[in-house]
Protein backbone atom coordinates (compact mmCIF):
# COMPACT_ATOMS: atom_id res chain seq x y z
CA UNK A 1 0.00 0.00 0.00
CA UNK A 2 3.07 2.48 0.88
CA UNK A 3 4.22 1.12 -2.95
CA UNK A 4 0.99 2.56 -4.46
CA UNK A 5 1.03 5.55 -2.46
CA UNK A 6 4.98 6.20 -4.00
CA UNK A 7 4.18 5.23 -7.04
CA UNK A 8 0.99 7.64 -7.52
CA UNK A 9 3.42 10.44 -6.04
CA UNK A 10 6.21 9.82 -8.46
CA UNK A 11 3.78 10.24 -11.62
CA UNK A 12 2.22 13.58 -10.09
CA UNK A 13 5.83 14.71 -9.58
CA UNK A 14 7.03 13.67 -13.24
CA UNK A 15 3.98 15.72 -15.12
CA UNK A 16 4.65 18.80 -13.05
CA UNK A 17 8.07 19.16 -13.90
CA UNK A 18 7.88 18.29 -17.98
CA UNK A 19 6.46 21.78 -18.56
CA UNK A 20 5.97 20.82 -22.64
CA UNK A 21 3.37 18.62 -20.98
CA UNK A 22 1.55 21.51 -19.49
CA UNK A 23 -0.49 22.61 -22.46
CA UNK A 24 -2.53 19.83 -22.55
CA UNK A 25 -2.76 19.98 -18.50
CA UNK A 26 -4.91 21.40 -16.03
CA UNK A 27 -4.35 21.72 -12.37
CA UNK A 28 -6.82 22.00 -9.50
CA UNK A 29 -8.25 22.78 -6.21
CA UNK A 30 -11.05 21.63 -4.53
CA UNK A 31 -12.81 22.21 -1.39
CA UNK A 32 -16.13 20.15 -0.16
CA UNK A 33 -17.62 18.01 2.29
CA UNK A 34 -17.30 14.21 3.19
CA UNK A 35 -18.74 11.01 4.99
CA UNK A 36 -18.31 7.82 6.45
CA UNK A 37 -20.37 5.13 6.06
CA UNK A 38 -20.00 1.88 8.23
CA UNK A 39 -21.67 -0.01 11.70
CA UNK A 40 -22.47 3.09 12.94
CA UNK A 41 -23.96 4.90 10.18
CA UNK A 42 -24.99 2.16 7.17
CA UNK A 43 -27.04 4.46 4.74
CA UNK A 44 -26.96 7.87 5.43
CA UNK A 45 -25.34 9.55 2.92
CA UNK A 46 -25.87 12.80 4.58
CA UNK A 47 -25.08 12.56 8.61
CA UNK A 48 -21.95 13.98 10.20
CA UNK A 49 -20.76 15.58 7.26
CA UNK A 50 -16.73 16.92 7.41
CA UNK A 51 -14.05 19.09 5.35
CA UNK A 52 -12.49 18.06 3.03
CA UNK A 53 -10.15 19.45 0.36
CA UNK A 54 -7.69 18.41 -2.52
CA UNK A 55 -5.45 19.26 -5.24
CA UNK A 56 -4.91 17.93 -8.43
CA UNK A 57 -2.48 17.37 -11.57
CA UNK A 58 -4.87 16.07 -14.64
CA UNK A 59 -3.10 15.12 -18.15
CA UNK A 60 -5.83 15.65 -21.11
CA UNK A 61 -4.75 12.41 -23.28
CA UNK A 62 -7.91 13.59 -25.59
CA UNK A 63 -10.66 16.05 -24.93
CA UNK A 64 -13.01 13.24 -24.22
CA UNK A 65 -10.50 11.33 -22.17
CA UNK A 66 -8.06 12.61 -18.95
CA UNK A 67 -6.25 11.41 -16.34
CA UNK A 68 -6.12 12.92 -12.57
CA UNK A 69 -3.56 12.65 -9.77
CA UNK A 70 -4.57 13.88 -6.41
CA UNK A 71 -3.89 14.23 -2.63
CA UNK A 72 -6.90 14.55 -0.60
CA UNK A 73 -7.76 15.43 3.43
CA UNK A 74 -11.00 14.51 4.62
CA UNK A 75 -12.75 14.51 7.95
CA UNK A 76 -14.65 11.25 8.93
CA UNK A 77 -17.07 11.50 11.98
CA UNK A 78 -20.23 10.08 13.67
CA UNK A 79 -21.85 11.40 16.67
CA UNK A 80 -22.93 7.88 18.00
CA UNK A 81 -26.48 8.95 18.85
CA UNK A 82 -27.92 6.50 16.38
CA UNK A 83 -29.86 3.58 18.03
CA UNK A 84 -28.16 0.27 18.50
CA UNK A 85 -24.84 1.40 17.95
CA UNK A 86 -22.10 0.74 20.44
CA UNK A 87 -18.74 0.14 20.70
CA UNK A 88 -17.44 -2.83 21.70
CA UNK A 89 -16.97 -2.22 25.46
CA UNK A 90 -21.05 -1.23 25.71
CA UNK A 91 -20.17 2.85 25.33
CA UNK A 92 -21.74 4.84 22.87
CA UNK A 93 -20.23 4.49 19.32
CA UNK A 94 -18.71 8.11 18.75
CA UNK A 95 -15.67 8.89 16.82
CA UNK A 96 -13.66 11.37 14.73
CA UNK A 97 -10.58 11.49 12.86
CA UNK A 98 -8.96 12.31 9.51
CA UNK A 99 -8.25 10.28 6.33
CA UNK A 100 -5.10 11.38 3.86
CA UNK A 101 -5.69 10.20 0.67
CA UNK A 102 -3.76 9.55 -3.07
CA UNK A 103 -5.48 8.47 -5.81
CA UNK A 104 -5.16 8.09 -10.07
CA UNK A 105 -8.48 8.33 -11.34
CA UNK A 106 -9.37 8.25 -15.24
CA UNK A 107 -12.14 10.82 -17.02
CA UNK A 108 -14.39 9.99 -19.67
CA UNK A 109 -15.90 13.12 -20.70
CA UNK A 110 -19.24 12.66 -22.65
CA UNK A 111 -18.54 15.86 -24.72
CA UNK A 112 -14.78 16.91 -26.04
CA UNK A 113 -13.64 19.34 -23.11
CA UNK A 114 -10.77 21.57 -23.07
CA UNK A 115 -9.41 24.42 -20.58
CA UNK A 116 -7.98 26.44 -22.89
CA UNK A 117 -10.02 28.67 -26.51
CA UNK A 118 -10.50 32.09 -26.81
CA UNK A 119 -13.44 32.32 -23.93
CA UNK A 120 -16.21 33.46 -26.20
CA UNK A 121 -18.28 30.12 -25.49
CA UNK A 122 -18.44 27.81 -22.75
CA UNK A 123 -17.50 24.36 -22.96
CA UNK A 124 -19.02 22.10 -20.39
CA UNK A 125 -19.43 17.95 -20.48
CA UNK A 126 -20.53 15.43 -17.34
CA UNK A 127 -17.81 13.08 -17.01
CA UNK A 128 -17.30 9.94 -15.04
CA UNK A 129 -14.78 9.05 -12.93
CA UNK A 130 -13.15 6.37 -11.60
CA UNK A 131 -9.55 4.53 -10.65
CA UNK A 132 -7.27 3.36 -6.99
CA UNK A 133 -5.34 4.93 -4.89
CA UNK A 134 -4.26 4.58 -1.12
CA UNK A 135 -5.73 6.03 1.79
CA UNK A 136 -3.89 6.64 5.56
CA UNK A 137 -6.86 6.06 8.43
CA UNK A 138 -6.08 8.13 11.55
CA UNK A 139 -8.74 6.83 13.78
CA UNK A 140 -6.69 3.53 12.54
CA UNK A 141 -3.40 4.13 12.32
CA UNK A 142 -2.90 2.10 8.76
CA UNK A 143 -2.97 2.48 5.29
CA UNK A 144 -5.88 0.61 2.88
CA UNK A 145 -6.32 0.48 -0.39
CA UNK A 146 -9.12 2.34 -1.97
CA UNK A 147 -11.56 2.55 -5.39
CA UNK A 148 -12.62 6.09 -5.81
CA UNK A 149 -15.69 6.29 -8.62
CA UNK A 150 -17.58 9.37 -9.00
CA UNK A 151 -19.62 11.70 -11.52
CA UNK A 152 -19.35 15.14 -11.79
CA UNK A 153 -19.73 18.16 -13.78
CA UNK A 154 -17.02 20.29 -15.74
CA UNK A 155 -17.27 24.10 -17.57
CA UNK A 156 -14.66 25.96 -19.20
CA UNK A 157 -15.90 29.70 -18.12
CA UNK A 158 -13.12 31.73 -19.05
CA UNK A 159 -9.88 30.92 -21.75
CA UNK A 160 -7.55 28.17 -19.33
CA UNK A 161 -9.90 28.56 -16.31
CA UNK A 162 -12.90 26.13 -15.37
CA UNK A 163 -15.33 25.19 -12.35
CA UNK A 164 -15.92 20.94 -12.11
CA UNK A 165 -18.47 20.01 -9.15
CA UNK A 166 -17.77 16.15 -8.71
CA UNK A 167 -19.76 13.27 -6.18
CA UNK A 168 -18.27 10.19 -5.26
CA UNK A 169 -17.70 7.00 -2.85
CA UNK A 170 -14.20 5.53 -2.10
CA UNK A 171 -14.67 2.08 -1.24
CA UNK A 172 -11.96 0.78 1.15
CA UNK A 173 -10.89 -2.79 2.04
CA UNK A 174 -10.68 -2.01 6.15
CA UNK A 175 -13.15 -2.58 8.48
CA UNK A 176 -12.05 -0.36 11.61
CA UNK A 177 -12.48 3.27 10.49
CA UNK A 178 -14.59 3.55 14.00
CA UNK A 179 -13.90 0.43 15.80
CA UNK A 180 -16.22 -1.58 14.97
CA UNK A 181 -15.06 -5.09 13.09
CA UNK A 182 -18.48 -6.23 12.81
CA UNK A 183 -21.84 -5.36 12.47
CA UNK A 184 -24.27 -4.03 14.90
CA UNK A 185 -26.61 -6.93 14.23
CA UNK A 186 -24.69 -10.19 12.69
CA UNK A 187 -27.81 -10.55 10.67
CA UNK A 188 -27.75 -7.08 9.12
CA UNK A 189 -26.09 -7.21 5.66
CA UNK A 190 -25.63 -3.43 4.33
CA UNK A 191 -24.71 -2.74 0.48
CA UNK A 192 -21.22 -1.71 2.00
CA UNK A 193 -20.64 -5.36 2.71
CA UNK A 194 -19.18 -5.07 6.37
CA UNK A 195 -16.26 -2.68 5.08
CA UNK A 196 -16.13 0.73 5.85
CA UNK A 197 -16.12 3.85 3.28
CA UNK A 198 -16.60 7.36 2.42
CA UNK A 199 -18.10 9.46 0.35
CA UNK A 200 -16.90 12.90 -1.09
CA UNK A 201 -18.91 16.29 -2.43
CA UNK A 202 -16.81 19.32 -3.70
CA UNK A 203 -16.35 22.34 -5.83
CA UNK A 204 -12.96 22.92 -8.08
CA UNK A 205 -11.34 25.70 -9.56
CA UNK A 206 -8.74 24.85 -12.33
CA UNK A 207 -6.29 26.81 -14.52
CA UNK A 208 -3.99 25.87 -17.18
CA UNK A 209 -0.59 27.27 -15.85
CA UNK A 210 1.14 27.47 -19.06
CA UNK A 211 -1.58 28.31 -21.49
CA UNK A 212 1.27 29.92 -24.41
CA UNK A 213 3.22 26.62 -24.53
CA UNK A 214 2.28 24.63 -27.73
CA UNK A 215 0.53 21.25 -27.38
CA UNK A 216 -1.24 18.15 -28.51
CA UNK A 217 -2.48 18.14 -32.38
CA UNK A 218 -6.10 16.81 -30.83
CA UNK A 219 -6.53 19.71 -28.82
CA UNK A 220 -5.09 21.77 -31.47
CA UNK A 221 -8.06 21.02 -33.81
CA UNK A 222 -10.74 21.16 -30.61
CA UNK A 223 -9.21 24.86 -29.82
CA UNK A 224 -9.47 26.07 -33.80
CA UNK A 225 -12.69 25.52 -33.95
CA UNK A 226 -13.60 26.96 -30.90
CA UNK A 227 -11.41 30.20 -31.78
CA UNK A 228 -13.53 30.49 -35.02
CA UNK A 229 -16.80 30.64 -33.43
Excluded at 115 to 129: C, D, F, H, N, Q
Excluded at 167 to 172: H, S
Excluded at 222 to 228: A, F
Amino acid sequence: MKSIFCINLIILLTCAMNVSAQRNADWGITAGASNYIGEINPQDLSRNPSVAGAMFFRYNIHPRHSIRVSLMGLGIRSDGDIPGAHSMNGNEASFSGFVGEMTGIFEFNFFPYSTEGSGRKIVSSPYLACGAGVAFVSTAGTFTPVIPFSVGYKVNFHKNMGLEFEYGFRKTFYDNFDGLNDPIDPDDSTWTHNNDWYSFAGLAFTWKMFYDVIGCPAYGDQNDKRRRR
